[in-house]
């Protein structure tokens, strides 16, 4: 049938087709009797992969009954363990050039943020106080009120000290990477793969040697609780401050050198900052946020105009978990004009944010 919102050829699958290219699972409700369990392994896909999925509802299958029985049944959110034996061997691995290093650190990116690996994360460095970077996507996956908290790397684009810190270490534990274009400054990091331990959300790279299939969580895990403090070398981190007085001069001009610090000071506690792409996203790498700050970019795509819909957004969700938070929007005139409408919805859902 010729129906609207199609491309009048009778494909009506030509859009699932299309998505597939960018989700991890697309699913076509068309069995009554399969419909519960495409629902829920799709979500669950989504959760556990943390990428986009599609599920396509035809109009003929919306009254359509299902086995009620089968809802009552919790999605299956936990994540997949790893191999023991080869977690372990990993692990092993890991902890061999960890106790050897001179100077250790500790690098997180993005994929941290997205594969939720934080808690890890944390006792990482709560445990080691490794001195610990974060990247431009990974800002705000660190508690950036922890003694050893050392700043943003982003390769040449990094200040001269947190280059120095990063580039000279002797073994980097980089957690999450995720080596775009805007996220390195233009591929200008200067880290060699013979010092860099990788680990990611569904295999781990130590040096020159890969293991797939072995997932960052249960190595980050298991390295928490084996890392031996005695063997351990510490260095100290760097001390990063919100430098405004430094930075302010008796010119009328408003500069971004002076500007990101004093968001710094204005920020509170458990703050949620949206930064859109430009200058807000690249400006916030000088501001030091305050504990609890969560951080929310978008570097890899780049897209403008996708922040003011994703605070509404946010704004939303932290209302409908039950916390207390302010909602931050740092963007510029041009990108606040391609979804300006949303604050139309934040208006209905009585939301409070800052602009």
Same mark, same amino acid.
């Given at each position: 049938m010729l129906l609207h919102h199609t491309l009048g050829n009778g494909d009506f699958n030509v859009f699932a087709k299309m998505h597939k290219e960018i989700s991890c699972e697309v699913a076509n409700l068309d069995n009554p009797s399969e419909i519960p369990d495409q629902i829920d392994h799709t979500l669950r896909q989504c959760y556990i992969r943390s990428r986009p999925v599609y599920i396509q509802l035809p109009t003929d299958m919306v009254q359509k009954k299902v086995e009620g029985e089968r809802l009552r049944k919790p999605i299956d959110l936990s994540y997949p363990e790893n191999e023991q034996d080869r977690e372990d061997y990993v692990v092993d691995v890991v902890l061999k050039y960890l106790h050897a290093a001179k100077n250790p650190i500790i690098l997180v990116d993005a994929c941290a943020v997205r594969h939720r690996v934080l808690a890890e994360v944390h006792d990482l460095i709560d445990k080691t106080n490794l001195p610990v970077c974060v990247t431009p996507m990974g800002k705000g996956a @660190?508690? *950036?009120?922890?003694?050893?908290?050392?700043?943003?790397?982003?390769?040449?684009?990094?200040?001269?000290?947190?280059?120095?810190?990063v580039e000279s270490s002797d073994l980097v534990l980089s957690i999450g990477a995720l080596k775009s274009d805007f996220?390195?400054?233009?591929f200008s990091y200067r880290t060699r793969q013979l010092n860099t331990i990788d680990f990611h959300s569904t295999y781990c790279v130590v040096r020159y040697s890969e293991y797939p299939g072995v997932a960052m969580r249960g190595v980050l895990r298991k390295v928490v609780d084996r890392v031996d403090l005695k063997q351990l070398s510490a260095q100290p981190g760097l001390k990063v401050i919100n430098d405004v007085a430094?930075?302010?001069?008796?010119?009328?001009?408003?500069?971004?050198?002076?500007?990101?610090?004093? @968001?710094? *000071?204005?920020?509170?506690?458990k703050d949620i900052v949206v930064t859109e792409t430009g200058t807000s996203n690249f400006g916030i790498w000088a501001t030091k946020f305050p504990s609890g700050t969560t951080a929310l970019s978008q570097v890899l795509w780049g897209s403008i105009g996708w922040s003011v819909g994703a605070c509404q957004g946010a704004a939303l969700a932290a209302r409908d978990a039950g916390q207390d938070r302010r909602t931050i929007l740092f963007v510029g005139d041009g990108s606040f004009q391609l979804t300006v409408q949303e604050i139309s919805t934040m208006i209905r859902h009585g939301l409070n944010i800052t602009m």
């Open positions: @660190v508690d *950036e009120s922890h003694a050893t908290y050392s700043g943003v790397y982003a390769g040449n684009a990094s200040g001269p000290e947190v280059t120095k810190l996220n390195t400054a233009g430094s930075n302010k001069d008796a010119s009328p001009t408003i500069t971004q050198a002076w500007f990101w610090p004093r @968001v710094g *000071e204005y920020l509170q506690e």
